[in-house]
């Protein structure tokens, strides 16, 4: 088939899911007993080149089956369109899948409908980062600010950030974009891990975890919050015990508390000297989160992994509401709104530090964050990505830590593809690890 020919001719989904829960691996004060789980998706074309778009939205168990729904309602739109020219403009998706005018009743732009949107248009981007032969942080750096300024949808946030107040931001930030590179390339990205701190895990747990971390070089910690004050001032006790003074040790809530208990609750915690305090209440409290800011500084305010779209960060940010931005890089709908999120972030001078773990979460997010710093801010100061050590196994492209930091993806794409082998085990319920597990058989536990 010749290359400009070629057509998308299916888009395959599958329930994978991993049973985290039996481990309490991302346990928290909201999410008990989480079985981390993908609405997964494979964009195949007839190019005859071998390559193939792969993208994915995180849930943590019921309801996957729901977002695996989402994605295939949107399969009309996909099939057929030209590889070509889904590679040289994601935003015509981006655009024709938001603007549907009947699935838009179920949104609009937020919930189950938009994050199936994202997992689609991550997968267009994917296959064009894999179609240049660069790792999608690179191909975002190396592409022309005017480009990236059409994938960004303004409708809705124009009042905080015009279309060329954006190439204003993207043009200056290509100043030094080779030096930054080869610093990446040399020296990885801050990361940060939250893999001592779920809720569920014993004191010992806890304690030895963050020794490790300490080992590991990483400079920051998290912890969770929010279901028993006692319980969390020892285990804040332990943790900074452990760590040490210098470490900065964050804690996340997951949406707990109403403004007046996430107030008392973080300056109970106040003597641990907590960095941020995630999630504090409600992600659609925009004045909520503006009081508790107000209340709790010194400690900053983090929130985004469940901000449903660009239009909630512009009032987060607007309001002066958060400290710390943390977008996701599959709640929103994909890589052309976190465009959007980065821009905005830019623009009101807040760091961005991402939301990850999950399935596959660090794997997406790290080529967003690396392209901020290439390309848009220039910096890495007081920002981290998120990193939890479970599930990487399953990827093509598992990312890599050393010494506290994310080093640089260099394949091409978005490193969202699955192994075969881990799609076949944990596709739910007729997998090889499920269906066994329906018959009662012993099983080992994923990492």
């Keep these: 088939?010749?290359?400009?020919?070629?057509?998308?001719?299916?888009?395959?989904?599958?329930?994978?899911?991993?049973?985290?829960?039996?481990?309490?691996?991302?346990?928290?004060?909201?999410?008990?007993?989480?079985?981390?789980?993908?609405?997964?998706?494979?964009?195949?074309?007839?190019?005859?080149?071998?390559?193939?778009?792969?993208?994915?939205?995180?849930?943590?168990?019921?309801?996957?089956?729901?977002?695996?729904?989402?994605?295939?309602?949107?399969?009309?739109?996909?099939?057929?369109?030209?590889?070509?020219?889904?590679?040289?403009?994601?935003?015509?998706?981006?655009?024709?899948?938001?603007?549907?005018?009947?699935?838009?009743?179920?949104?609009?732009?937020?919930?189950?409908?938009?994050?199936?949107?994202?997992?689609?248009?991550?997968?267009?981007?994917?296959?064009?980062?894999?179609?240049?032969?660069?790792?999608?942080?690179?191909?975002?750096?190396?592409?022309?600010?005017?480009?990236?300024?059409?994938?960004?949808?303004?409708?809705?946030?124009?009042?905080?950030?015009?279309?060329?107040?954006?190439?204003?931001?993207?043009?200056?930030?290509?100043?030094?974009?080779?030096?930054?590179?080869?610093?990446?390339?040399?020296?990885?990205?801050?990361?940060?891990?939250?893999?001592?701190?779920?809720?569920?895990?014993?004191?010992?747990?806890?304690?030895?975890?963050?020794?490790?971390?300490?080992?590991?070089?990483?400079?920051?910690?998290?912890?969770?919050?929010?279901?028993?004050?006692?319980?969390d001032i020892r285990r804040c006790r332990a943790a900074r015990a452990a760590v040490g003074p210098d470490i900065r040790m964050a804690v996340d809530a997951n949406q707990r508390w109403n403004v007046d208990e996430a107030v008392a609750w973080t300056r109970a915690l106040g003597e641990f000297d907590p960095y941020w305090i995630e999630e504090p209440t409600s992600p659609d409290d925009v004045l909520g989160h503006a009081a508790i800011r107000a209340a709790v500084a010194p400690v900053k305010v983090a929130t985004g992994e469940h901000v449903q779209n660009r239009v909630v960060f512009k009032q987060l940010l607007q309001a002066g509401a958060i400290d710390v931005l943390q977008l996701d890089a599959a709640r929103v709908g994909g890589v052309n709104e976190n465009l959007a999120i980065l821009l905005l972030a830019a623009r009101f001078g807040v760091p961005v530090c991402p939301h990850a773990g999950g399935v596959g979460l660090c794997e997406l997010v790290q080529h967003l964050s690396m392209f901020d710093f290439v390309a848009l801010t220039g910096t890495t100061e007081d920002r981290v990505i998120e990193y939890v050590d479970h599930l990487h196994e399953h990827f093509l492209a598992p990312v890599e830590i050393r010494r506290g930091r994310y080093l640089a993806p260099t394949g091409p794409g978005f490193s969202a593809q699955m192994r075969p082998e881990s799609i076949l085990r944990y596709s739910y319920p007729d997998g090889g690890f499920w269906a066994a597990d329906l018959r009662n058989e012993p099983q080992e536990l994923p990492v």
């Design 1 to 231: 088939m010749p290359a400009a020919a070629a057509r998308v001719i299916a888009v395959d989904t599958y329930d994978i899911r991993f049973p985290t829960s039996r481990s309490l691996d991302g346990s928290d004060a909201m999410n008990p007993d989480p079985d981390y789980s993908a609405a997964y998706l494979v964009l195949r074309t007839d190019a005859g080149d071998g390559l193939e778009g792969h993208g994915f939205s995180f849930t943590i168990g019921r309801g996957n089956e729901v977002q695996v729904a989402a994605i295939e309602a949107l399969r009309p739109h996909v099939l057929g369109r030209s590889v070509s020219e889904l590679c040289a403009d994601p935003g015509t998706l981006s655009r024709a899948l938001i603007g549907d005018s009947q699935l838009r009743w179920l949104g609009p732009e937020k919930g189950v409908m938009h994050m199936a949107i994202g997992a689609v248009v991550n997968a267009v981007w994917d296959l064009a980062a894999k179609s240049a032969g660069k790792p999608l942080w690179q191909f975002l750096a190396d592409a022309d600010p005017a480009w990236l300024v059409s994938q960004v949808d303004f409708r809705y946030i124009a009042d905080a950030l015009t279309p060329a107040e954006a190439l204003e931001l993207l043009t200056r930030g290509r100043a030094g974009r080779a030096e930054r590179e080869a610093v990446l390339r040399a020296e990885g990205y801050p990361a940060y891990t939250t893999s001592p701190g779920w809720l569920g895990y014993s004191d010992e747990k806890l304690t030895r975890l963050a020794h490790q971390a300490l080992a590991d070089g990483f400079t920051q910690i998290k912890l969770k919050v929010g279901a028993d004050l006692a319980d």
